[in-house]
């Protein structure tokens, strides 16, 4: 019996008992589609998982810390531990904090592909009637050139180490707030009218004067509280995005960490910078210490080793990776779990294949002692059932690939503002994958009525009615 023989006996067989043969396939197309969609709610949780990562600092980055206690530092798990003999600080508890020596030592460690201080400092920014807290934080140009920053049309990077320029991230505006009214964005659904491009903002840096002036505080000479003198600094730039867009950088004020050095030193003149430390006796050191550093590596597999590089010179160390780790096992357990729930509708699909090809055995005893009287091979006649097992499969699998993406958009569609990318995610490897299982449960399940058949008695068979 040639192949195409076999074929058109299977489909003619099929197609006999097209109500049974409907019904048994409708349990493939069922158990197909809800394996392909439990697992590709997994699939796109994990998907979303990863893309928030990635908007939050991506999976090569370490967000390096000082560390005021000197010696200890905390590792993975909140475990504290302690920093390797002959550090700076690790025999007397002294602070070990970030200034341009310890950044040298940072670009040194192998695989660090960018470097870059972070001096945060927060100012008021006025106009009209607006005001806002700024969070402005100072990199290096390095850094800000390969950050790959999304910018509006006529931005430019703050690239200059004399003169201090602001490149605002695009959700900076809802914290402007109505000065009159004190209703921000989110109280009234109005955003400051400000072109940073063109609108002069006065930023006031000296914050503590500032309301100390407005409310009457005195000096520790009991003087009145001068106002602060407020600086006219250019905008650069505005980085791409709505208000709605989130991002590492979308909230913060971006700068050259060199001008903002300068213009802090300018204004406090000898003066204790605010979250900078001091001495004992409350006196300013001579450099400026830095908040963070911003570390990336060149790829993510250096991550771990980087990171522990730096914990052992007494610093603390964050990274994406030790979450993405944990979101990693996560969706292991919830794909496992959905996978699992899915598989046994399939499972009970494959009952019924089971259950359908028996009886085909039972009404065709006749015709299958026919068959090996006149000589048909056993293998043919096993093979003629297991390709009725097949088909039952491979057209359940398909209507229930082409269920499960119905599916999986409508499912997309009720949850689309809810997260990051779609919730469901069906990948080309999935579809390939659920239509070869469906095929191959079809077949294993029709396996044993097939063996069946191929050990019927020839003479029995005839006899029977």
Not at 34 to 54: A, H
Not at 103 to 111: F, S, W, Y
Not at 166 to 176: H, K
Request: proline residues 3%; negative net charge.
């Amino acid at each position: 019996m040639s192949f195409s023989d076999l074929l058109k006996m299977s489909l003619s067989s099929l197609w006999r008992r097209k109500l049974r043969t409907v019904l048994t396939v409708l349990g493939v197309v069922v158990g197909t589609a809800s394996i392909m969609v439990m697992i590709s709610l997994g699939l796109g949780l994990s998907k979303s998982n990863m893309e928030q990562i990635e908007q939050y600092g991506g999976l090569t980055t370490i967000t390096v810390y000082p560390n005021e206690n000197g010696g200890m530092y905390y590792g993975g798990g909140g475990m504290a531990m302690t920093a390797e003999s002959g550090m700076s600080g690790s025999a007397n508890n002294e602070p070990i904090r970030i200034n341009d020596t310890m950044m040298e030592t940072l670009a040194a460690i192998d695989h660090v592909e960018i470097a870059s201080p972070v001096l945060s400092t927060s100012a008021i920014a006025k106009y009209g009637k607006w005001e806002a807290y700024l969070n402005i934080q100072g990199m290096s140009k390095e850094a800000l050139q390969k950050m790959n920053l999304e910018l509006t049309e006529g931005s430019e990077l703050p690239l200059s180490d004399s003169e201090l320029k602001f490149l605002y991230g695009n959700t900076v505006i809802t914290d402007f707030y109505d000065a009159k009214t004190n209703k921000y964005y989110w109280d009234t659904g109005q955003l400051a009218d400000i072109d940073y491009m063109k609108d002069p903002l006065f930023i006031i840096f000296d914050t503590d004067a500032y309301w100390n002036s407005k409310n009457g505080g005195t000096d520790e000479n009991g003087a009145p509280v001068a106002a602060p003198k407020k600086y006219l600094i250019p905008a650069c730039g505005v980085m791409a995005g709505t208000e709605n867009d989130y991002t590492e950088n979308s909230n913060s004020v971006l700068c050259d960490v060199e001008a903002l050095k300068m213009q802090l030193k300018k204004i406090y003149k000898g003066k204790a910078i605010p979250g900078q430390p001091t001495t004992k006796a409350g006196k300013p050191y001579k450099e400026i210490y830095y908040d963070s550093a911003y570390i990336r590596v060149d790829d993510m597999k250096n991550v771990k080793e980087v990171q522990t590089a730096i914990q052992n010179l007494g610093l603390q160390a964050n990274s994406n990776a030790e979450w993405m780790e944990q979101v990693q096992q996560s969706s292991r357990s919830i794909q496992a779990t959905l996978g699992g729930i899915g598989a046994v509708s399939l499972f009970v699909a494959a009952i019924g294949i089971a259950n359908t090809m028996m009886m085909s055995i039972y009404e065709r005893t006749k015709e299958i002692g026919v068959m090996k009287v006149l000589g048909c091979d056993m293998a043919a006649i096993r093979n003629m059932f297991l390709a009725e097992a097949g088909f039952i499969g491979l057209i359940g699998g398909v209507a229930g690939i082409v269920l499960s993406y119905m599916i999986s958009a409508i499912i997309n569609f009720v949850l689309r503002d809810s997260y990051y990318s779609n919730v469901s995610y069906i990948p080309p490897y999935l579809t390939l994958l659920a239509l070869v299982f469906a095929v191959v449960i079809g077949m294993l399940a029709g396996l044993f009525p097939a063996l069946r058949a191929m050990r019927l008695s020839p003479l029995a068979a005839i006899r029977n009615e």
